[in-house]
């Protein structure tokens, strides 16, 4: 069994790290194949798959990571890791070991669409940019990046308490093209509209509104993630008005235009300062 040597890349290639009050936050490179003997690390640890594939086994327990997949681990966690055909490239935060980050993270989690994979690829960007500005980001992005994941916590099973507020739930996923209103959500699972507002805000923390919004953002990224589909088509699919209606909301909620976005996915970077960035904007 082995600790973690000075950097916290353990058996991989850093390309970049910064140290930020609490935080430290590398990028670094798994060759195909590459193998990593049972480890652990002094404090909590996140993983987050930039791009290529691992296996992570703890113990009897394996677990395949794709990209934009999070692995948690809590001081003294014992694994091993075996990177894929491609390699692996890694979003790397070690964590001060007062934060509980166990009490905001399970132990591994899909993070592709939405706005923490957007979260992610930013900080990498800050990583490469390394200017006077960039310490002062990338404590900002670890901390909204865990607020984001408390947002998502809250839609846990647990938390769908009266069954009825599930099946409002799956009614605004199941109907985000449409122009939904209160009366029509609280008409489709029988409850009053004031009644349907005051429980999603007590049970989810968010407005009817706030969780259809965040719906077609996560749809909205899966099809820039996943096809090549037109613009235009992807805010009509996830239930924008327009292509600017979409391009709008996204910048709101990523900080990413939704050309940015698909490049950013694609390519591993989210240079937003970047002549990429300025062409892509021309775009949307």
């Avoid at 703890?58 to 997949?69: D, I, K, T, V, Y």
Wanted: charge should be positive; glycine fraction near 8%.
């Amino acid at each position: 069994m082995h600790r973690e040597p000075h950097g916290i890349a353990f058996g991989g290639d850093t390309l970049r790290q910064a140290s930020v009050g609490q935080f430290t936050v590398a990028e670094a490179q798994y060759a195909p194949h590459r193998r990593v003997e049972m480890h652990t690390h002094a404090n909590p640890h996140i993983g987050v798959v930039l791009d290529g594939s691992c296996v992570e086994r703890n113990g009897r327990r394996a677990a395949a990571l794709g990209p934009m997949s999070v692995a948690v681990k809590a001081p003294g966690d014992s694994h091993a890791n075996e990177a894929g055909a491609r390699g692996t490239r890694y979003l790397l935060i070690d964590v001060a070991s007062e934060y509980r980050v166990r009490d905001i993270f399970e132990e591994y989690r899909d993070l592709r669409g939405g706005v923490l994979s957007a979260l992610a690829l930013r900080l990498r960007s800050e990583l490469a940019i390394g200017d006077g500005a960039s310490r002062l980001a990338i404590e900002g992005l670890v901390l909204e990046f865990f607020g984001e994941i408390c947002r998502a916590k809250a839609e846990r099973p647990e938390r769908f308490e009266p069954p009825w507020l599930r099946d409002a739930c799956e009614v605004i996923r199941a109907r985000v093209r449409e122009a939904l209103s209160l009366d029509t959500i609280a008409s489709a699972v029988g409850v009053h509209p004031s009644h349907l507002a005051r429980t999603f805000r007590q049970r989810l923390g968010v407005t009817p509104g706030h969780f259809l919004r965040r719906v077609r953002v996560d749809r909205a990224t899966r099809l820039l993630s996943d096809t090549n589909r037109p613009l235009a088509d992807v805010a009509a699919e996830a239930g924008f008005y327009d292509q600017s209606h979409l391009t709008n909301v996204l910048r709101l909620a990523t900080g990413l235009t939704p050309s940015q976005y698909r490049h950013a996915v694609r390519a591993g970077t989210t240079r937003s300062t970047s002549k990429h960035a300025r062409q892509v904007q021309d775009e949307d």
